[in-house]
Antibody, heavy 124, light 110 residues
Framework: EVQLVQSGAEVKKPGESLKISCKGSGYSFATYWIAWVRQMPGKGLEWMGIIYPGDSDTRYSPSFQGQVTISADKSISTAYLQWGGLKASDTAMYYC?????????????????WGQGTMVAVSS | QSVLTQPPSVSAAPGQKVTISCSGSSSNIGNNYVFWYQQLPGTAPKLLIYDNNKRPSGIPDRFSGSKSGTSVTLGITGLQTGDEADYYCGTWDSSLSAGVFGGGTKLTVL
């Protein structure tokens, strides 16, 4: 079965670091981009950035550049989203998602597969 | 403030038709393919429409997409209570070099 499975919910304090994961299975992980999408409580979807595990080519939304780091380890079919110092405003559901096509030019394509989401709560 | 503009909410009765609009600019909708997602409460989004008007396998033909200039429209006919969800348009923005979404539209089936 083709799927993306994300790590579990996190509760953190402001200033702490965090790395959440998204593991792909059932397909050639290295040849499909993986994106991260934020959804703050009661709000809409926000495109954060995308990585091509094959060569770690990464694109960030200007809104998230410098705020988070996206990485991937193709040897274990896992993508990551990390923060160096969390803020309360980072409280949100974070989804990883995969475009419907494979290859280096598919970064702009829509996502036909989504992870189940990882809830991150940041509070003192 | 989202790059793409959608109405916050729409509503219609079961069996009726509803349309959801999404407007942007030449850097996004005007020169790129648009897609639509459905997000049922408490679940991850699901792709409904891609390349402006194509449906992935398994999506009923009650759902349709159209594009004109820098605006797109999602149409849903034969409304069912199970269609109650949030709907998002999305595309690539060539100026931002990033994906963008609309703010989402909550569909209520009265």
């Amino acid at each position: 079965e083709v799927q993306l499975v994300q790590s579990g919910a996190e509760v953190k304090k402001p200033g702490e670091s965090l790395k959440i994961s998204c593991k792909g299975s059932g397909y050639s992980f290295a040849t499909y981009w993986i994106a991260w999408v934020r959804q703050m409580p009661g709000k809409g979807l926000e495109w954060m950035g995308i990585i091509y595990p094959g060569d770690s080519d990464t694109r960030y939304s200007p809104s998230f550049q410098g705020q988070v780091t996206i990485s991937a380890d193709k040897s274990i079919s896992t993508a990551y989203l990390q923060w160096g110092g969390l803020k309360a405003s980072d409280t949100a559901m974070y989804y990883c998602a995969r475009p419907y096509c494979s290859g280096g030019t598919c970064y702009s394509k829509p996502f036909d597969m989504w992870g189940q989401g990882t809830m991150v709560a940041v509070s003192s | 403030q989202s790059v793409l503009t959608q109405p916050p909410s729409v509503s219609a009765a079961p069996g009726q038709k509803v349309t959801i609009s999404c407007s942007g600019s030449s850097s996004n909708i005007g020169n790129n393919y648009v897609f639509w997602y459905q997000q049922l409460p408490g679940t991850a989004p699901k792709l409904l429409i891609y390349d402006n008007n194509k449906r992935p396998s398994g999506i009923p033909d009650r759902f349709s997409g159209s594009k004109s200039g820098t605006s797109v429209t999602l149409g849903i006919t034969g409304l069912q209570t199970g269609d109650e969800a949030d709907y998002y348009c999305g595309t690539w923005d060539s100026s931002l070099s990033a994906g963008v979404f609309g703010g989402g539209t909550k569909l209520t089936v009265l």
